[in-house]
């Protein structure tokens, strides 16, 4: 029988991205290819510098390695995103920041804005990493149109940084149970409410992938159409997606509540705004 | 010597106004001024008719009154928030303001949407004078006045309970800082620092205020920033470099707050307590 799942991801080395090193991606590379050791990667890329190093890694760990060149410019999302990221130039919230300094580490807006797209003065770079982060959901489909594989587990390069930090962090042991896209949670906020995904591992049969894809492809036109001016990746409109269509969503690292929790949160109940005043939450 | 308080307040009908309708002033009007029985009290207007209407209802509860007539486009801040409403664009954060509707956010950004949509951009922008021109109308009159304290009552303060802490008449003033409310309004997910509806201190406290309010208004402008300023969010920007000059009468964090947090904290129990509070 053949293998039903495939790993797909991509690695673009963008000069002058702000965010991330070459470094920080081929160090955790390698781990996140151990992780998936044995199993089919397919892997988009532009450089051929990238495909050797991948290529070498990729031997090491026994992977069917499904190499595709794919240059940015010729990605599928390139321009919609061009324009995303010139609307979030937009968004001078100098003031914001002089006095709330954190917004620029919680709050995604604040942290594209002012960590990456360096208040509008580092587009060119920005536009280029951000079809990277936003693009990832047209590589899922143009895996599904070459392979027939059932299952589609979308792996940032890096998803390895997130080993033992969260819930459930080996995304190879992750079984798909039911037709919506699993992921796990993010702790980053949007006009301070939590985003519902965060996006370095994405995975769903090709049932869910599909209905997905059909949204966030809806979703991100209207953002792009609406002139929004909040920098976007594809965790914000994943969130929007997810408020517009939670069935299709699915966590993989929820800690469950359980009914001590139950029966302690009816307790504490009338005590509830004190509590939260206490915690420095409310 | 000094008289002791002098409350400041202003109404001005903006037609088009999708926010509050007249009525809603009308109607809180005269609960408001039965608030503020046998206090002296300067109101700012443009109108004939909410001249009328004010004199009336001083009459009735005994308000010192002393009318200012002024029209809006007269209004210290009239230029400054044409200006700063022209870099907040409707659609600047609309598809988020959809998005979370119906959620329980008290985003101030989200929540001026309603009011940005609604509203042609020339009403929104003079309805923001009305909001954010306060401080320069207090610092006005402190400058006229030889009262030892001055508040700052909305014309529709009557809107919100008014007992025990929150009673701003019985109110002492911690001297050197604004005195005020709580706000239920959040910017990015905190609390905003003061409820812009009750706001009272001394003559100094306004005028220092009221330079840095002016400073930081044309810093806002000048950057262009697209979120919609309002006096709370001012005073929000304020008060994290401030914090001196801004005493909330109702503190929502004790030193009891403070001290079950730090139990709570150190015995790991947050996340346990917040997924039971779910």
Known sequence: ?282 | MKKKRLYVSGLWIIEGNTKRSRQHYLDLLPETFKILRGEHLVFFCESEDIKAVVLSLAQRYKVSLTIKHLPIQQHPDYALTKQMAGNIRPENFKIWADAFKGSGTHEKALNQQRFLQNSRHDIYSTITTCTLGKVSLLNEITLENNYAEYFWIDASASREYISGKMDFRRWRLKPGAINHRVSGMKLFGKHQTASGMVLGGEPQVWQKLHGIYQSLLKTYIFSRCPHPGTDEVLMSLIAKKHPELFHCKNPTRTWLHKVIGKIIWNLRLTSFINRALN
């Open chain 1, 1 to 282: 029988m053949p293998p039903k799942r495939l790993y797909i991801s991509a690695l673009y080395i963008v000069e002058g991205n702000l965010k991330r090193s070459p470094e920080h991606y081929f160090h955790h590379l390698e781990h996140t290819l151990a992780m998936i050791r044995g199993g089919s990667l397919m892997f988009f890329y532009e450089s051929a510098g990238i495909l050797s190093r991948v290529t070498a890694v990729a031997t090491k760990y026994e992977i069917n390695f499904l190499p595709q060149k794919l240059s940015l410019e010729d990605h599928p999302d390139y321009e919609r995103t061009q324009i995303l990221a010139q609307n979030a130039c937009d968004f001078r919230m100098d003031v914001f920041v002089d006095a709330f300094p954190q917004l620029t580490s919680n709050e995604k807006g604040f942290n594209q804005y002012f960590k990456f797209l360096n208040r509008g003065e580092n587009l060119q770079a920005y536009g280029k990493q951000l079809v990277c982060t936003i693009g990832k959901y047209s590589l899922i489909k143009k895996a599904m149109a070459k392979y027939d594989f059932e299952e589609l587990y979308w792996v940032d390069v890096s998803a390895s940084r997130f080993n033992h930090e969260r819930k459930n962090f080996d995304f190879s042991k992750i079984s798909i149970h039911k037709d919506a896209i699993h992921h796990y949670s993010s702790s980053q906020t949007i006009f301070g409410q939590t985003q519902k995904v965060q996006g370095s591992v994405l995975c769903g049969n090709r049932k869910a992938w599909t209905s997905f894809a059909e949204l966030f492809d809806e979703i991100f036109e209207v953002y792009v159409r609406s002139g929004c001016i909040y920098p976007a990746t594809d965790e914000p409109l994943m969130t929007l997606c997810h408020l517009k269509k939670p069935e299709l969503f699915e966590r993989v690292d929820l800690e469950r509540r359980t009914l001590i929790h139950k029966a302690v949160g009816k307790l504490l109940s009338p005590f509830r705004k004190n509590l939260l005043i206490a915690m420095n939450q409310y």
